[in-house]
């Protein structure tokens, strides 16, 4: 059974144009939490996601950012515009949900670069 | 509000030594703590866990007990070996905000030989 798939590995964009992340969960999970880890410092939280919906995106950017977890495909999480504070490594984490519990998976991450 | 506030890196041990790092939280609820370990260039994995009080988790020769009368989850190892090298993150999880979790700043351990 593969585990959190996250691609890039590495993305480098200039100020301005957009970021692209894509995550895949693990098989028979349909639920996906997003996180950002900026230089020297732990993750945070910035949105969760259930099939087509967003259960909770208190930790999200107000502006710039969305995300998205359709009904066929992996998720996606957006950056439009990037400057140059959006670098850092994003994870992604997936777990099983319901009564299988929500004990969550990472990802190995993306490594966003804004030059 | 809900945190977690871990002990300061990077901590350099030799090989053998006993390592502990110490976590503490604060949180409005009942929470579940965690410890994840990230290893260079990787992804986080989930190392043990406690869900109640005095509850102990361990795993790979790590352990750590659930104290809620100090509020504190603090990691620790007999003998640590090279091979332990990587960060160590601490982290909550409440039962009622969904399942996200909220870390600690991450613990860099680095193990001479």
């Known amino acids: 059974n593969a585990g959190v798939m996250q691609n890039p590995r590495h993305l480098v964009r200039r100020r301005g144009q957009e970021a692209r992340l894509r995550c895949s969960p693990m098989?028979?999970?349909?639920?996906v939490y997003w996180y950002r880890q900026l230089p020297e410092e732990g993750l945070k939280f910035m949105v969760y996601?259930?099939?087509?919906?967003?259960?909770?995106e208190s930790g999200m950017p107000k502006e710039r950012f969305s995300a998205e977890f359709p009904k066929e495909g992996p998720s996606i999480l957006r950056i439009q515009q990037v400057v140059r504070g959006d670098s850092a490594a994003y994870f992604c984490?997936?777990?099983?949900?319901?009564?299988?519990?929500?004990?969550?998976?990472f990802g190995p991450g993306t490594r966003l670069t804004v030059l | 509000g809900n945190s977690v506030t871990q002990m300061e890196g990077p901590v350099t041990l030799s090989e053998e030594a006993f390592l502990t790092i110490n976590c503490t939280y604060t949180?409005?609820?009942?929470?579940?703590l965690f410890w994840y370990v990230q290893y260079p260039g990787e992804g986080l994995q989930l190392l043990l866990k406690?869900?109640?009080?005095?509850d102990k988790g361990s795993n790979k020769g790590f352990e750590a007990t659930y104290r809620k009368e100090t509020t504190s989850f603090h990691l620790e190892k007999g003998s640590v070996q090279v091979s332990d090298s990587a960060v160590y993150f601490c982290?909550?999880?409440?039962?009622?905000?969904?399942?996200?979790?909220?870390f600690g700043q991450g613990t860099e351990l680095s193990v001479k030989p």
């Open positions: 984490a997936s777990s099983p949900g319901g009564s299988l519990g929500n004990e969550q998976f």
């Open positions: 098989k028979g999970h349909s639920h």
């Open positions: 996601l259930q099939k087509e919906n967003i259960i909770d």
């Open positions: 949180a409005t609820g009942y929470p579940s």
């Open positions: 406690a869900t109640k009080a005095d």
């Open positions: 982290a909550l999880r409440l039962y009622n905000q969904g399942g996200k979790l909220i």
